[in-house]
């Protein structure tokens, strides 16, 4: 008796295209942005989320009353993390996005070091403003995090001839230091980069204590989540001018008009575009095909998300 396929509902048609060789799916498009989906709802065991989905898409998930999945497209995975009926899994894009987001935190690295805003501020007043500016050359890097992302960054800093690179996880193992270990590593790094996923151990772990710690002109490159800082404290360390930082991400996000991060003074901020480039469906999709391919065989998908991670 032939098995029956595993009905895959998928908001792209890039997703249609990438899957489709995968034998024993069913694979039904919808529209993410319609308040109906198809009659297949009904049947399907996995939902795939459109990118960057917000909290709108956890609505799906009760229209579909045999789900057995919910496969992302992003490595994010917080908005689903505790929010799923019981027997429903999760699994992340883990190994999709790290390239392109590393790349987010060189370029802003750069920028801020090299000054690029002021002086694209300056080129708008028609003023010459000529000086020194800081390196990347030389500094002491420290990666709060140690997966994917933290080994894409981590492979480019390389070329930039920094001095150390220095990365931080949840245990400590062979070269990569404890989360209990960050008192004693901040003082010694010029730049610290957060790249962990929001979970209750990370929520709020740079505070006013982890700021503090930092040396007086250190660069804070926030390509996590907004949650991870305490914004008022980061705030008050901009506004007296002894930190610098670059971030992706913000809490609130979005970011409010009248929101004091626009004016704090050494902040550069861009929103939440660290894997929002060319070819990030194709890119997703690949990670998606070998995750649906172990569905297919009846085993867990490679990516599942436990305790937040």
Not at 1 to 30: C, F, K, N, S, W
Not at 61 to 77: D, H, I, K, T, Y
Not at 136 to 141: A, D, E, Q
Request: hydrophobic letters at 45%; a negative charge.
């Amino acid at each position: 008796m032939a098995q029956e396929p595993v009905t895959v509902l998928v908001p792209h048609a890039e997703g249609e295209a990438a899957l489709a060789d995968i034998d024993g799916l069913e694979l039904v498009r919808y529209d993410e942005q319609a308040d109906e989906l198809p009659d297949a709802a009904q049947r399907a065991a996995v939902l795939i989320p459109g990118f960057l989905a917000t909290s709108e898409a956890l609505r799906l998930v009760e229209r579909c009353p045999r789900l057995r999945l919910v496969q992302l497209l992003s490595a994010g995975a917080e908005l689903w993390v505790g929010r799923l009926p019981e027997g429903v899994q999760l699994s992340d894009c883990q190994g999709a996005h790290g390239g392109v987001t590393a790349e987010w935190v060189l370029a802003t690295t750069l920028a801020v070091l090299r000054e690029i805003p002021p002086f694209v501020r300056a080129q708008d007043e028609g003023r010459w403003d000529q000086h020194i500016t800081d390196t990347l050359t030389g500094k002491r890097v420290l990666l709060v995090g140690a997966g994917d992302l933290a080994e894409q960054t981590a492979r480019r800093l390389e070329t930039f001839d920094v001095a150390a690179v220095t990365r931080v996880g949840r245990r400590a193992r062979d070269g990569v230091h404890a989360t209990s270990e960050l008192p004693d590593l901040l003082p010694d790094h010029d730049v610290v980069v957060l790249l962990v996923p929001l979970t209750d151990e990370t929520r709020g772990l740079v505070d006013a204590a982890f700021l503090a710690a930092m040396p007086d002109g250190a660069l804070l490159v926030n390509a996590a989540r907004g949650p991870v800082v305490d914004t008022d404290a980061l705030l008050a360390e901009l506004r007296a001018e002894r930190l610098r930082a670059a971030i992706d991400v913000v809490d609130p996000e979005p970011l409010p008009a009248d929101h004091p991060l626009w004016s704090a003074p050494q902040l550069l901020i861009t929103p939440h575009v660290g894997g929002s480039v060319p070819g990030h469906l194709d890119r997703a999709y690949r990670v998606v095909h070998d995750q649906l391919a172990a569905v297919a065989r009846g085993e867990d998908p490679p990516n599942l998300v436990i305790n937040g991670y």
